[in-house]
């Protein structure tokens, strides 16, 4: 154990070791904002055509069942470049259960509140400000987290794969029986995941905030 804390320690003070955590959290942060930039796209278009729901949910719940090391091997197959593999990985073992997720929250709009904004005669903007944003923020938070751990692991394994840093490529180099340095990077994941989350934690309680009036006033 002491050595494992002092792994950690001497990766989180040393820059040229930080920086390849830096560089794995990057490129989940990235693969993670490409997924979710898409999957909204998509879950507004099925939202708001029944025949392109139908046209893209079988090829989205066909994406959602091929495994993460299946997209490793398509990637490395098809791309030469390091970062537009690893991005390639992350968006397609990410995006559908962003567009799912952001879909059903769409969905769940209720419609005679829906039907009352409308009543008002709103522009567009007014209408995704006051109904459309409040109604799916939510579910887009609950969505970054829910696909948060998954990418964390997910981007480990790109990166074993022809990857020349990261936190990936380092347990890579932890084959000769080196469990502290193993764990010690393998903690960096799990240190940027609780991080993250936190981050979302606070903002979903800064902009839901009213929730917590609705349910003192019940």
């Known amino acids: 154990m002491?050595?494992?804390?002092?792994?950690?320690?001497?990766?989180?003070?040393?820059?040229?070791?930080?920086?390849?955590?830096?560089?794995?959290?990057?490129?989940?942060?990235?693969?993670?904002?490409?997924?979710?930039?898409?999957?909204?796209?998509?879950?507004?278009?099925?939202?708001?055509?029944?025949?392109?729901?139908?046209?893209?949910?079988?090829?989205?719940?066909?994406?959602?069942?091929?495994?993460?090391?299946?997209?490793?091997?398509?990637?490395?197959?098809?791309?030469?470049g390091v970062e537009t593999r690893i991005f390639f990985i992350m968006l397609f073992t990410t995006l559908p259960a962003f567009a799912f997720q952001l879909l059903d929250s769409y969905r769940s709009i209720s419609k005679?509140?829906?039907?009352?904004?409308?009543?008002?005669?709103?522009r567009r903007w007014q209408m995704l400000r006051v109904?459309?944003?409040?109604?799916?923020?939510?579910?887009?938070?609950?969505?970054?987290?829910?696909?948060?751990?998954?990418?964390?692991?997910?981007?480990?394994?790109?990166?074993?794969?022809?990857?020349?840093?990261g936190v990936g490529y380092e347990l890579l180099q932890q084959q000769l029986f080196d469990m502290a340095g193993a764990m010690a990077w393998t903690l960096q994941l799990v240190l940027f995941v609780l991080v993250v989350q936190w981050v979302i934690s606070a903002i979903e309680t800064f902009s839901l905030r009213y929730r917590g009036m609705s349910e003192r006033s019940l």
Request: a positive charge.
């Open 2 to 80: 002491p050595d494992i804390l002092w792994r950690t320690l001497e990766i989180l003070t040393t820059w040229e070791m930080f920086g390849q955590v830096l560089t794995t959290v990057a490129r989940t942060l990235g693969g993670l904002a490409g997924a979710f930039v898409v999957g909204a796209i998509l879950a507004a278009l099925m939202g708001r055509s029944a025949l392109v729901a139908r046209l893209l949910s079988p090829m989205l719940t066909f994406l959602q069942g091929i495994p993460a090391l299946s997209w490793v091997v398509f990637a490395v197959i098809w791309f030469r």
């Open 112 to 122: 005679d509140l829906a039907e009352m904004v409308v009543s008002f005669r709103p």
């Open 131 to 165: 109904l459309v944003w409040p109604a799916v923020l939510p579910g887009v938070l609950t969505s970054w987290k829910a696909n948060l751990g998954n990418a964390s692991r997910v981007v480990v394994v790109a990166e074993l794969v022809g990857a020349t840093g």
